[in-house]
């Protein structure tokens, strides 16, 4: 079955759109006809995304400082006139030590990519996202709903991101739906480089996740707000 959207005359930022599932978001609410903002600390490269040149409205900015962060969305309704949709999309995995034994700066880090951008992107992005009854659709994972070994910022991190979620999605009841999607391992040439040995069959590539993200923007999720959505395929 073929999915389409309808996104005419609606206006997406993407954090984090300079990267493998970022890029896939912004592609995704593009061809459903919404003007893409994106934004991340560094521009797109070949390297790391497929973005066609032209198809977003790329505004650089290091998404862990506020002002920047202020910046970001308010050159957006400057340029666009009203945000209709946030797609917190900006992360990072870093593990491989138990607690004890794991730097200060990687737990900082994890915490800071993962869950600092996405409290001060939807803070700035609550009040523009009520005019228009928009949504938020952050990225959790699956990992952030049991305790593991070797990742345990992250998997704290993303648990984070849900429960934000969900506080958001009961404080904005009726105006703005707030809902979260929870990938596992995603099939990005990073990950592929780094589990070269992995079936790769079983991992879910980004235009999926991209699409559930665009489903929960939709009016077909009018009634969904609060929700964590697996997006892990088999995994």
């Known amino acids: 079955m073929d999915v389409t959207f309808d996104f005419d005359g609606r206006v997406a930022l993407v954090t984090g759109a300079a990267g493998a599932l970022g890029s896939a978001v912004a592609e995704t609410f593009a061809a459903a006809g919404a003007t893409v903002a994106g934004t991340d600390r560094r521009e797109p490269s070949a390297a790391d995304t497929q973005l066609e040149p032209g198809l977003v ?50 737990f900082e880090l994890v915490f800071d990519v993962n869950l600092r951008t996405m409290f ?22 699956k990992s952030s709903l049991e305790g593991g070994t ?5 998997r704290a991190s993303k648990a984070g991101v849900r ?3 969900e506080t958001i999605a009961e404080e904005q009841r009726g105006t703005v739906r707030a809902n979260a999607v929870m990938p596992s391992i ?16 079983d991992w879910v590539p980004p235009r999926d996740i991209g699409l559930t993200m665009a489903a929960l ?18 995994v």
């Open 57 to 106: 409205d790329f505004y650089q900015a290091d998404l862990t400082e506020e002002a920047q962060v202020a910046e970001t969305v308010a050159a957006v309704l400057e340029e666009h006139g009203r945000l209709d949709f946030l797609l917190n999309v900006a992360g990072t995995w870093k593990g491989g030590s138990p607690i004890h034994e794991t730097d200060l700066e990687t």
């Open 120 to 141: 001060l992107a939807s803070k700035h992005a609550i009040p523009h996202l009520q005019e228009t009854e928009g949504a938020i659709v952050s990225v959790s994972a």
């Open 150 to 154: 070797g990742d345990g910022p992250y």
């Open 163 to 165: 429960l934000l979620t």
């Open 186 to 201: 995603i099939d990005t040439p990073a990950n592929r480089a780094m589990l070269p040995e992995a079936d790769y069959d």
């Open 217 to 234: 923007c939709s009016d077909a999720s009018s009634a969904t707000s609060g929700a964590a959505v697996p997006v892990y395929g088999e």
